[in-house]
């Protein structure tokens, strides 16, 4: 299945602003995490922390819906669907 | 509402056909909350007076350092060492004389922001932490008020409106914030991010437009690019209480 993935703010040095991504049928966030840090490794600094689990604070929506709300990285991905990865901004 | 006098209507004359005279007579009769007075806060401060707000609270504890005058506008090499309010409530009367300012010396605070919000129709953030930033939050849907949210990173910036009862709360929106600690940080930035966080204060007092409501603006500087992301409510949201847009 083909799933399009955006990029915001200093992502976008590791990962195309826009892509689509195939991946396999069944597949979930995590999948899908996987799947581009494999084809960008330094993108691993950004999303992982030292543990290799999802730095807390990027936020992963799935068609506009954050994935802390639904189930993590084990959010599934159907077809279509749309992820944006964001780190939110701190400063002023 | 009283009218606008003719040096009111001669001040704002190449506003007034946006606003209407009745949107220039609800600026002037809104008192805003610019929380912080560093880059956004210097900025939306600057534009609030410009655009002709009444009344502009604006809070912040410290004083001018050299290291701030990259981006926050309200300040000059003079002013090192002065309380950034006393110099931005200077600053801001002189460009505005009808503005009544009152600067805060004070950090916000579960126990301070009661007395901050106090009279405040509309709630700017321009702080630097997700720790004040959610005690604004909470603020505005304690007291049903539109809460503008603004953060910058480099050449990155975002913005949302947080209306309650009709959007997310920041907790749903940034539900993790990022670590502490000082970000690069351009003037152009705080100015754009600013600019569109004071653009969306006018647009709520005047009813003109359509707020950034349950969307967030993300602004990338280096690529000349925005794009707007809608944002959802966190279904077990307990911060807005149910009060914020239906998942």
Redesign the interface.
Known sequence: MKVRVKSFAILRQFLPRETEVEIRDGSSVRDLLDLLVKQAPPLANELLNEKGELKDFVNILRNGRNIHFISGLDTPLSEGDLVALFPPAGGG | MTMLSLVERERYLRQIPLLGETGQERLRDAAVLVA?A????SVCAQMCACAGFGKIRIVDNDVVERHNLNRQVLYAARDHGLFKVDVAARRLRENNPWLSVEPVRETITRESIGGLVCGIDVII??????DARYILDDAAFGEDLPFIH?????F???VSSIIPGETPCLH?I???????G??P?LGVT?GTIGSIQVAEAIKLVTGLGKPMAGRML?W?G??G?A?V????R???CTRCNGRGVA?
């Open positions: 912080g560093g880059g956004l806060g953030d321009g702080m630097d932490n997700y603004g953060a910058v990173n480099g990155y910036g975002q749903c940034v539900p993790h914030p990022p670590p502490p000082d970000v940080i705080v993300l990338d280096l690529m690019e794009e992301i809608p944002v959802a966190d279904p077990s998942p």
